[in-house]
């Protein structure tokens, strides 16, 4: 018998990373309705206070070649 007590977890944000083309779309949890923040720069740097941490464009895309179709911001 468990007499452990339950823990919920919460999401605060959700991060859409395209693979095409520089695009990130993060939702973040603004009281009760999400609000879309979008980068589309591989300059742009995201900022992610719920886990003191940074993540920039450059560093998701490194790696990754682009379809020829649209430029690279």
Known sequence: MS???A?????NG????EAR?????????IEADPAAEPYESTRDIIDLPEISARLALA???DAIAFEPA????
């Open 3 to 5: 007499t452990g007590s």
């Open 7 to 11: 823990s919920a977890t919460s999401t």
């Open 14 to 17: 959700i991060r859409l990373v």
């Open 21 to 29: 083309f520089a695009s990130v779309l993060l939702y973040r949890r």
């Open 59 to 61: 560093d998701i895309y």
């Open 70 to 73: 649209r430029a690279i911001p």
